[in-house]
């Protein structure tokens, strides 16, 4: 199985994914070009952009994809 395949089967079962989920469950480093590859193969894909606190407490943001 590939990591489109691995990506496509996370957003199915946790119903989104973000690059820290991607790194951490499925040992992909590169989700945005993951996606690229997914929406070009016709698969519709929502992003959108999220604050947060990095692992120092300071402000940063993320996308997080789910299936369209």
Same mark, same amino acid.
């Given at each position: ?7 496509? *089967?996370?957003? %199915?079962?946790? $119903?989104?994914? /973000? !690059?820290? !989920?991607? *790194? !951490? !469950?499925?040992?992909? /480093? ?13 698969? &519709?894909?929502? &992003? /959108?952009?999220?604050?947060? &606190?990095?692992?120092?407490? &300071?402000? /940063? %943001? =993320?996308?997080? =994809?789910?299936? $369209?």
């Amino acid at each position: 199985m590939n990591q489109r395949d691995l990506i496509l *089967r996370y957003m %199915h079962e946790f $119903g989104s994914i /973000t !690059d820290s !989920d991607a *790194r !951490d !469950d499925i040992g992909c /480093t590169l989700l945005a070009a993951r996606i690229n590859e997914i929406t070009a193969s016709g698969v &519709k894909i929502i &992003k /959108t952009m999220e604050r947060g &606190k990095n692992r120092f407490g &300071k402000p /940063t %943001h =993320y996308a997080r =994809y789910r299936l $369209g």
